[in-house]
């Protein structure tokens, strides 16, 4: 036991072991995989543990994953100390064993069999990033409640935006700042960077960051120092700012998109100058589980007799929404529409009228699927949806209205 090591960054996992959450947070090159799997073999010793290690995505933990705890064991020399199996390692003295699971594998979402394994002591989350469905990580997390230990969690990520539920939920609402480390509140914090790791680092690994910070201050910042980006990386529109809406009494005609389950309805409100090449941009609507009535009680409030354009997929929906007294249209759909949609925006100045929160926070988060690609996220896109909507059918006429 007295052969694993942890950098005392980590030593909050030790000292404050009544936390139940703990965030572990860092960029590139910071020693993050290598401090959790010691700290997992060093847990592991203890007796009745079950540690479930996930990630969202698991194609095969024989290849991904176990290899870095093999590798670990035995630079300790520990190998007659554990059995590895292709999906767990058994500590054979303390009978504590770690399980590697996918929250989503090719069978689909695994989240009820997780919520199912008897005795979960620690939940770990690697990449937890990937996750951006807040209720998924509530359902398993609820179901650790071992009484044999204590009970943790343990998210590890490489920050994204301050629009990740893990920003929200830890540090937004704890009042907590980047790069903090100790116990705060009752939650482990722990960040490092490559700094804390630089003797497991090459000198060359070690330039090509520090060059990365006079290229690129800002990908430095996040990817390399593990900092939280305001805007997400790659983002589709940096043509907007916030105004005053319709400040010369243009026509306002109106886009609105429909949310499944989770997902919100929409309603944005917007005025085009054509001669000015501004978009002029009002958030009416940003929420889930409305029905019918509801819809067209808020339409009919907001909109009166001006149009809306509405996605196509819920035909049924707009023929209701109209027989009660809509002005209500269905767009058209085509291929290719989302990248013409889109260029459309971006050939515009979109000015954001101040308490659209929800459609800024869209703005700042929607993204090109891949660096250089012309695909987008399917992700922050519910306003911005009902923005290509109208806009389109205003400026690509009615007869090409098309979304995807």
């Given at each position: 036991?007295?052969?694993?090591?942890?950098?005392?960054?980590?030593?909050?996992?030790?000292?404050?072991?009544?936390?139940?959450?703990?965030?572990?947070?860092?960029?590139?090159?910071?020693?993050?995989?290598?401090?959790?799997?010691?700290?997992?073999?060093?847990?592991?010793?203890?007796?009745?543990?079950?540690?479930?290690?996930?990630?969202?995505?698991?194609?095969?933990?024989?290849?991904?994953?176990?290899?870095?705890?093999?590798?670990?064991?035995?630079?300790?020399?520990?190998?007659?100390?554990?059995?590895?199996?292709?999906?767990?390692?058994?500590?054979?003295?303390?009978?504590?064993?770690?399980?590697?699971?996918?929250?989503?594998?090719?069978?689909?979402?695994?989240?009820?069999?997780?919520?199912?394994?008897?005795?979960?002591?620690?939940?770990?989350?690697?990449?937890?990033?990937?996750?951006?469905?807040?209720?998924?990580?509530?359902?398993?997390?609820?179901?650790?409640?071992?009484?044999?230990?204590?009970?943790?969690?343990?998210?590890?990520?490489?920050?994204?935006?301050?629009?990740?539920?893990?920003?929200?939920?830890?540090?937004?609402?704890?009042?907590?700042?980047?790069?903090?480390?100790?116990?705060?509140?009752?939650?482990?914090?722990?960040?490092?960077?490559?700094?804390?790791?630089?003797?497991?680092?090459?000198?060359?690994?070690?330039?090509?960051?520090?060059?990365?910070?006079?290229?690129?201050?800002?990908?430095y910042n996040n990817v390399v120092l593990g900092g939280w980006r305001a805007k997400a990386e790659g983002v589709v529109f940096n043509n907007w700012?916030?105004?005053?809406?319709?400040?010369?009494?243009?026509?306002?005609?109106?886009?609105?998109?429909?949310?499944?389950?989770?997902?919100?309805?929409?309603?944005?409100?917007?005025?085009?100058?054509?001669?000015?090449?501004?978009?002029?941009?009002?958030?009416?609507?940003?929420?889930?589980?409305?029905?019918?009535?509801?819809?067209?009680?808020?339409?009919?409030?907001?909109?009166?007799?001006?149009?809306?354009?509405?996605?196509?997929?819920?035909?049924?929906?707009?023929?209701?929404?109209?027989?009660?007294?809509?002005?209500?249209?269905?767009?058209?759909?085509?291929?290719?529409?989302?990248?013409?949609?889109?260029?459309?925006?971006?050939?515009?100045?979109?000015?954001?009228?101040?308490?659209?929160?929800?459609?800024?926070?869209?703005?700042?988060?929607?993204a090109y699927a891949d660096k250089g690609s012309n695909l987008f996220t399917d992700d922050y896109n519910h306003a911005l949806d009902a923005l290509r909507y109208i806009t389109s059918f205003h400026l690509m006429g009615s007869s090409k209205i098309a979304i995807r």
């Amino acid at each position: 036991m007295n052969k694993v090591q942890l950098h005392n960054k980590y030593q909050p996992l030790l000292l404050a072991k009544n936390n139940r959450y703990s965030i572990v947070t860092g960029g590139r090159g910071s020693g993050k995989s290598y401090g959790l799997t010691m700290y997992l073999l060093l847990l592991s010793m203890e007796s009745n543990h079950v540690i479930l290690f996930t990630r969202y995505t698991m194609t095969s933990a024989q290849i991904s994953i176990i290899p870095e705890f093999l590798e670990k064991i035995e630079l300790l020399g520990l190998e007659d100390m554990f059995h590895v199996t292709k999906t767990e390692i058994i500590n054979k003295q303390s009978g504590s064993k770690i399980l590697f699971r996918g929250i989503r594998t090719s069978s689909g979402d695994q989240t009820a069999n997780l919520k199912s394994i008897q005795g979960v002591t620690t939940f770990v989350i690697e990449e937890a990033e990937e996750l951006v469905d807040e209720s998924i990580f509530d359902k398993i997390d609820l179901s650790v409640r071992s009484v044999k230990r204590e009970n943790r969690t343990i998210l590890v990520m490489n920050p994204t935006t301050r629009e990740h539920w893990v920003y929200k939920r830890f540090f937004e609402s704890k009042g907590v700042r980047d790069g903090s480390n100790g116990s705060i509140n009752g939650i482990n914090y722990i960040h490092t960077t490559y700094l804390d790791n630089l003797s497991n680092l090459s000198d060359g690994v070690i330039t090509t960051m520090e060059q990365m910070r006079v290229d690129d201050i800002d990908n430095y910042n996040n990817v390399v120092l593990g900092g939280w980006r305001a805007k997400a990386e790659g983002v589709v529109f940096n043509n907007w700012r916030f105004g005053d809406f319709n400040p010369d009494n243009l026509q306002v005609s109106y886009g609105q998109d429909y949310g499944f389950k989770n997902d919100a309805n929409t309603l944005v409100g917007v005025a085009i100058d054509k001669s000015k090449k501004i978009i002029y941009i009002q958030e009416h609507l940003y929420q889930t589980g409305l029905n019918t009535h509801d819809l067209y009680t808020i339409n009919n409030k907001v909109c009166g007799r001006s149009l809306i354009v509405a996605d196509s997929a819920e035909p049924r929906l707009i023929s209701e929404l109209a027989s009660k007294g809509n002005n209500i249209r269905a767009c058209k759909k085509g291929a290719g529409s989302i990248s013409a949609g889109v260029s459309i925006l971006q050939s515009y100045e979109l000015v954001l009228e101040s308490n659209s929160k929800n459609i800024a926070t869209e703005l700042n988060n929607y993204a090109y699927a891949d660096k250089g690609s012309n695909l987008f996220t399917d992700d922050y896109n519910h306003a911005l949806d009902a923005l290509r909507y109208i806009t389109s059918f205003h400026l690509m006429g009615s007869s090409k209205i098309a979304i995807r």
